[in-house]
């Protein structure tokens, strides 16, 4: 008998974390929807009860302590991870570079970078038991250097290079995980609606979450170490 499908999404109590839980659900996927806020994560494995297996997984990406009993609950209740999306970020003031506060910095990577890279080392020994790992980093256009990314607009620079590292983190984790079959991508979801940007985007949560879904189903033809959108390869 197959195993069930595993999946994480972290960050996932609402915007497109919460419809990348919801369209993965859609897909017969168990999805643990991550969140630091037990309250808003309970409401939002409330709001999607009809939409599939969801359940609520507490996870503080910028907590180890938190981090581990993710793993902890995740081993002994499933023994492991198929899908894992990074989906947690916060975002930040559009400060010009010769102003940018350090310290505003240094929040903003801790959970876009460090964090990142804290929840990938800790779940991989899950996800190296399935036979179809799949890691997705939710990036944006911002983190491109390429012309439609952090020239266009007035980017912010914590932001932004945070979502560039983020890509780079990709790259490094693809090929190390290569050779085991895991497939390692970045997403970016457009210009969503949401509270990051006062629901001034132009796409939904839905429409922002598809190249996440997309990612993390892929079969094993599909591609890793891309960065990608509804249209396709994202320059770097």
Same mark, same amino acid.
């Given at each position: 008998?197959?195993?069930?499908?595993?999946? +994480?999404?972290?960050?996932? *109590?609402?915007?497109? !974390?919460?419809?990348? %839980?919801?369209? $993965?659900? &859609?897909? @017969?996927?168990?999805? +643990?929807?991550?969140?630091? *806020?037990?309250?808003? !994560?309970?409401?939002? %494995?409330?709001? $999607?009860? &009809?939409? @599939?297996?969801?359940?609520?997984?507490?996870?503080?990406?910028?907590?180890?302590?938190?981090?581990?009993?993710?793993?902890?609950?995740?081993?002994?209740?499933?023994?492991?991870?198929?899908?894992?999306?990074?989906?947690?970020?916060?975002?930040?003031?559009?400060?010009?570079?010769?102003?940018?506060?350090?310290?505003?910095?240094?929040?903003?990577?801790?959970?876009?970078?460090?964090?990142?890279?804290?929840?990938?080392?800790?779940?991989?020994?899950?996800?190296?038991?399935?036979?179809?790992?799949?890691?997705?980093?939710?990036?944006?256009?911002?983190?491109?250097?390429?012309?439609?990314?952090?020239?266009i607009g007035q980017p912010s620079i914590s932001y932004s290079s945070s979502k560039t590292a983020l890509n780079a983190l990709t790259v490094h984790y693809a090929k190390e995980l290569a050779s085991v079959g895991i497939k390692v991508n970045s997403a970016a979801p457009g210009h969503v609606a949401t509270d990051f940007n006062d629901f001034k985007g132009k796409r939904t949560p839905e429409e922002g979450a598809a190249i996440a879904i997309h990612l993390a189903t892929l079969?094993?033809?599909?591609?890793?170490?891309?960065?990608?959108?509804?249209?396709?390869?994202?320059?770097?």
């Amino acid at each position: 008998m197959k195993s069930k499908t595993i999946a +994480l999404v972290t960050g996932a *109590n609402k915007g497109i !974390g919460k419809a990348i %839980v919801k369209g $993965l659900a &859609n897909q @017969g996927i168990t999805v +643990l929807l991550g969140s630091r *806020n037990s309250e808003r !994560g309970l409401n939002a %494995v409330a709001d $999607l009860k &009809n939409d @599939g297996d969801i359940y609520f997984l507490e996870i503080d990406v910028t907590n180890p302590t938190s981090i581990e009993a993710a793993y902890q609950k995740i081993e002994s209740t499933y023994g492991h991870l198929d899908i894992l999306v990074n989906n947690a970020g916060v975002a930040a003031s559009r400060s010009k570079p010769g102003e940018a506060d350090v310290i505003e910095f240094k929040k903003v990577y801790e959970t876009n970078v460090f964090g990142v890279v804290a929840v990938i080392n800790s779940m991989l020994p899950l996800i190296r038991k399935s036979s179809s790992g799949r890691i997705v980093n939710v990036s944006s256009l911002r983190g491109s250097l390429g012309d439609e990314g952090a020239f266009i607009g007035q980017p912010s620079i914590s932001y932004s290079s945070s979502k560039t590292a983020l890509n780079a983190l990709t790259v490094h984790y693809a090929k190390e995980l290569a050779s085991v079959g895991i497939k390692v991508n970045s997403a970016a979801p457009g210009h969503v609606a949401t509270d990051f940007n006062d629901f001034k985007g132009k796409r939904t949560p839905e429409e922002g979450a598809a190249i996440a879904i997309h990612l993390a189903t892929l079969d094993q033809s599909g591609p890793t170490g891309g960065f990608f959108d509804d249209n396709g390869n994202i320059k770097w």
